[in-house]
């Protein structure tokens, strides 16, 4: 089982079997991710933490899938039903969804009609009319009517049945019809009758269809989660639906056809064979379909799921790997409007040196006072950042601190919006209770706000990955899935980073490679009592961190100022005299061999290899010791929002403006330029070249510049570019001239049909890449609300000629949701 596993793995990741076969044994014998990527690299022939990752989910599922067949083949065997045909069978399948359709027949069920049938001797009967149609039907079934059978009509019921399940239940049969159905079906929903007012968020999808294959991730939970609220009813359909007031083609469906193919079934005259194609026509439409549809809901739901979660695990990335404000005095502030502003201040190391409750917005309005406290305590504690968290008031007390800044020249301050997100789950969770004592619940949030500026990576893992909020529909995703994926990110994302483990909390000492609750808090518990630690070498001396678990975490823990400068890098302990015999060839110190640039890029990583460290190791030894301890983060800056741009009123089309991108979605990103509405640069507006993914452009927290294409201040849209040469309303122009074809795609609330964007240009054609949940159109154009080559709003709801329908997309879950709100895209 192990090789083919293990070589089924290899070709899918396009390695060496060997390369596999060490990685498992590695994962298998406690070693985490992490640490085989970046000291395992000889071993494994230098599999990234990328494939590392695929390999582990891989490896999990097809675990899975072996213990199924095994499983399977017990079960059959104990029929007595299986024989070396069917053994090769099973073991040939090669996912769980083919071994199930072979293990269907075996499978123990509630007595069927067929089972009844069988067990009144009615199969000979099937098997007759099936093998010799020239036979009627009447007249053999009259010799089949006995104690148990009333008379002919009912013997050829029971023979129905045994022919229905038997095409049912045709493994390969069932396999053919499923891709079929899925290349050529449809997705239909309608909304319930009554439902059009309660379920308004849901308009897009009211009268909606669209082929399987070109419905994106995030329509398919929208849609699905309409169904789940009782506004749309959902229909898996085999074909296209037809025209309106069309009638159904006449005769038997294509799949009707190859179910008859795949049993001899044909329409000759014979006296049974109407019979024959009345079974299967019933086995199509009362048992084939119906399972396929509910194959097909799982296979859309387990593809979109798939996506969501890789979307929620690449922001949560980008956001966990955001640039660090770094040490300096921070103060917090926790916008709120009646229970007022929560104010917190931290200084360089984290620590709250102040707090404070201001009432600047209605209904106290004290505006004047709240500025004379602000100024008052970033006097007293020499605050250099302000971090203003993005929730309710956010944009009421980022002017507040706008004016502080004006009004207090001499205060060295700088402003930035930051993502409350979670700041709610640490405040009243048993941490923060541990960690803050003193501080009520509210003022919790303002020091979270503070310190995610100072070191966002740092206080994000004190909260659950799921409520930090950057995912779309994550509550209709599996919850191991999502789990799984998320710890994977944080767990990838602190050990890049590394962690000095004098000043690290418990929570982010968990997340470290080899290092689990119960021993990040013991090693938070020596550090208190026997003060910090002055080498790795004395984290031995933590109870119940043993060699495996020192293997795993010492590379990734960092010591400053200990004994050993090494102890602060990110070289591995056990490559310690690698780095000895580099000292003895240079003929320096550590002290200055560390970052010694020009010493060290003149040594070839070939002439230090042993048995145990080969080229790539060394490689990355030369490269720790020249920027030791280097932060793979980004350096810290932040969007200067221009002077008199304030509110959309301010805002004209051809303004080129600084902003941050505050979250990405499969149909582009979306900016806060500093004017209450975050803006929409559709994925046609990112690049000059096709962008399949908006994320290989921008990323969440990235400072850019865009310029406004249009404003539509009733409906609060902003449409961005960051194509700073394209001209105002022509969003939806082709680059190099002419109209883009067909109707506008998506902006965040406006739908094409497909997903493919054409040409080495921007422009997208066709059935466009709409992605968002208002109006759907057959093109791709980006506008607010233009009309006709620009971005014109006709759209076909249903590939019919029909005028698209303004909507409002099923709202993403916190982040997503948030930003569709500020852009105005979609309503509480």
Request: charged share 25%.
């Amino acid at each position: 089982m192990a090789v083919s596993v293990n070589q089924r793995i290899a070709e899918e990741l396009g390695v060496r079997d060997g390369q596999v076969a060490a990685a498992v044994q590695l994962l298998d014998a406690g070693s985490t991710v992490p640490f085989i990527a970046r000291y395992r690299k000889e071993v494994t022939g230098a599999l990234d933490d990328a494939q590392l990752r695929t390999l582990e989910e891989r490896l999990r599922y097809l675990r899975e899938l072996e213990e199924r067949r095994t499983a399977v083949l017990d079960e059959i065997r104990g029929q007595g039903k299986l024989d070396d045909a069917l053994e090769q069978q099973i073991l040939a399948a090669d996912s769980k969804a083919r071994l199930e359709d072979i293990y269907l027949p075996f499978k123990p069920k509630r007595r069927t009609k067929a089972q009844i049938a069988r067990e009144a001797g009615l199969e000979p009967l099937a098997d007759t009319l099936l093998a010799d149609p020239t036979q009627d039907p009447q007249q053999v079934a009259a010799g089949f009517a006995t104690d148990g059978v009333a008379d002919a009509a009912a013997a050829l019921d029971g023979a129905r049945a045994i022919l229905v399940e038997r095409f049912a239940e045709d493994a390969d049969l069932i396999g053919e019809l499923r891709e079929l159905m899925f290349s050529r079906g449809h997705l239909v929903s309608k909304v319930r009758d009554g439902k059009q007012q309660d379920g308004a968020k849901f308009a897009d999808y009211f009268d909606f269809a669209e082929p399987y294959p070109k419905l994106p991730s995030h329509r398919i939970l929208a849609l699905l989660r309409g169904e789940k609220e009782e506004v749309l009813e959902l229909s898996f359909t085999a074909d296209a639906p037809p025209a309106e007031g069309a009638a159904p083609a006449p005769g038997p469906t294509t799949y009707e056809q190859r179910i008859a193919a795949r049993f001899g079934v044909r329409d000759e005259g014979r006296a049974a064979d109407r019979w024959l194609a009345d079974s299967v026509r019933w086995a199509w439409r009362t048992r084939i379909l119906v399972r396929l549809g509910i194959d097909l809901r799982t296979r859309l739901f387990a593809t979109a799921e798939e996506e969501a979660v890789r979307v929620f695990a690449a922001n949560l990335r980008d956001l966990l790997l955001a640039a660090p404000a770094g040490e300096r005095a921070t103060m917090g502030l926790d916008p709120g409007f009646r229970t007022g502003v929560k104010v917190a201040v931290v200084d360089a190391t984290g620590k709250v040196v102040d707090t404070a409750t201001i009432y600047p917005h209605v209904p106290q309005r004290k505006w004047d006072a709240s500025l004379a406290t602000l100024a008052a305590l970033c006097a007293k504690h020499s605050v250099e950042l302000i971090a203003i968290g993005n929730g309710t008031a956010s944009r009421e007390t980022d002017r507040l601190a706008i004016d502080l800044i004006k009004q207090h020249p001499e205060l060295p301050l700088t402003k930035v919006v930051v993502s409350e997100a979670g700041a709610s789950v640490y405040s009243a969770s048993a941490y923060a209770s541990s960690e803050l004592p003193e501080l009520d619940v509210s003022l919790r949030g303002a020091v979270s706000i503070a310190r995610r500026l100072q070191d966002p990576l740092a206080e994000l893992v004190k909260i659950d990955p799921q409520s930090i909020g950057v995912g779309q529909y994550q509550h209709d995703l599996s919850y191991g899935k999502l789990s799984r994926s998320l710890d994977a990110v944080v767990e990838d994302a602190v050990n890049a980073v590394g962690v000095d483990v004098n000043t690290a909390s418990a929570p982010l000492l968990t997340r470290v490679s080899g290092i689990g609750t119960g021993l990040a808090e013991n090693i938070v518990l020596h550090r208190d009592a026997n003060g910090p630690f002055a080498s790795r070498a004395a984290l031995k001396s933590v109870p119940r961190l043993g060699p495996k678990a020192y293997e795993q975490c010492a590379g990734f823990l960092r010591i400053r100022g200990g004994d050993d400068p090494l102890d602060g890098s990110a070289v591995h302990p056990e490559a310690y005299p690698v780095v000895r015999r580099i000292i003895e060839r240079t003929g320096t110190g550590v002290t200055e061999l560390l970052g010694n640039g020009r010493v060290l890029r003149a040594l070839k990583p070939a002439d230090f290899v042993d048995e145990t460290f080969g080229v790539p190791t060394v490689t990355d030894i030369l490269a720790e010791l020249e920027k030791p301890g280097r932060d793979p983060r980004p350096e810290f800056r932040t969007a200067t929002f221009a002077e008199g741009v304030e509110t959309l009123g301010d805002l004209k089309p051809g303004m080129v403006l600084e902003g941050t991108v505050t979250n990405v979605a499969a149909f582009g990103a979306f900016v806060d330029i500093g004017v209450h509405q975050d803006g929409l640069v559709h994925v046609s507006a990112l690049s000059n070249t096709y962008v399949s993914d908006p994320r290989d452009v921008v990323k969440s927290g990235d400072v850019v510049k865009v310029k406004v294409l249009d404003v539509d201040i009733a409906r609060k849209r902003i449409s961005l570019t960051l194509r700073l040469d394209d001209e105002p309303g022509a969003a939806g122009e082709r680059r190099g001239g002419g109209p883009r074809r067909g109707q506008p795609g998506d902006r965040a609330g406006q739908r094409g049909q497909g997903g493919g964007q054409h040409g080495p240009g921007s422009g997208q054609r066709g059935q466009g890449a709409g992605q968002g949940a208002g109006q759907r159109g057959q093109g791709a154009g980006q506008g607010a609300g233009q009309r006709g080559q620009g971005t014109g709003q006709r759209g076909d709801r249903r590939q019919s000629g029909g005028r698209g329908r303004p909507g409002q997309a099923a709202p993403a879950d916190t982040a997503l949701a948030d930003a569709l709100r500020r852009a105005g895209l979609v309503k509480d």
